[in-house]
C-alpha cells in the first residue's frame, strides 16, 4: 500500500509505501519546480518478516510494517510514519527549511508501547504445488 | 506435488496514526482496536481505549472461517486429488 502526503507550504511530497509483512519504505520529493519531481530523502527500508520455514511446515511469524499510515503536523514540522509491529510505533521526521541544508532528519523512534493489545491472530490455510 | 500447510501466527501492528494539532500528543491505533494516546516528545504513555475487536479486519466471522476450512477446503483439495488420479 502506497500513500502520498503533501508537505504545506514547502513545495514537498512524502510517499510511503508498505509491503505488509516484508518491507516499509519512505521518500521524499521535491515538486516546488514545475514539471520537475527531485527525489531529496530516503529512508533506509524496514524490514518486515521472518520466516522459519520447515519440510512441508511452514511456521510464519512476522513482524510486520501493517499497512502503515502517515501524519504530518504544520505547527512543529515534524512527520510521523512507518510502524513496525511490536517494535517501533512511529519514526519521527522533522522538515527543516532549505537554507539548513538537511531538509529531512530522522528524530526518533517511538517505543513500542505494552498497553497494545498482545492477542495474535493465528490461521491456518493450505496451498497445493505442482510440480 | 507438494502440500504445504501454513500456520500463521499474525503479530500486532499499528493501522494509522495522527497528531493533536500542537504537535505534542500522538493518537496510534492498533491492527486489535487499541487507541493510544502519548506524548511525543517524551514517549510516555498518556491513556489507551480498547474497542475490543477480535480480528484485524473488525469482528471475525468465525463461522465463514470454520465452513470455509472444515467443509469447502477439504472438497476442494478432494476435487484435486481425483483429478490428478485420473
Known sequence: MSQVKEIKNTGLL??????????????VFDVSRKGQARKI?????????????????????????????AT?????????????????SYHLFNFCTPKNGNLVKLIGKSRWHSQYSTQDGIFFFSYWRFI | MEIHLINFYGDNYITDLDFNPNGDLVATM????????????????????????????????????????????????AFVILILMY
Do not use: Q
Open chain 2, 30 to 77: 492498533d491492527c486489535y482496536g487499541t487507541c493510544l494516546i502519548s506524548d511525543i516528545n517524551t514517549d510516555n504513555y498518556f491513556f489507551h481505549l480498547n474497542m475490543e475487536t477480535s480480528h484485524e479486519m473488525g469482528k471475525y466471522n468465525i463461522e465463514i472461517s470454520i465452513i470455509y476450512f472444515v467443509l469447502i477446503l477439504p472438497c476442494i483439495s
Open chain 1, 41 to 69: 530523502y530516503s529512508f533506509e527500508e524496514v524490514s518486515g518478516s521472518r520466516i522459519i520455514e520447515k519440510i512441508y511446515l511452514i511456521i510464519y511469524s512476522s513482524l510486520v510494517t501493517g499497512y502503515g499510515g
Open chain 1, 14 to 27: 512524502v510517499s510511503v509505501h508498505h509491503n505488509w509483512s516484508v518491507s516499509a519504505n519512505l521518500e
Open chain 1, 72 to 88: 504530518y503536523n504544520p505547527r512543529r514540522s515534524i512527520l510521523g510514519a512507518i510502524p513496525v509491529g511490536g517494535k517501533i
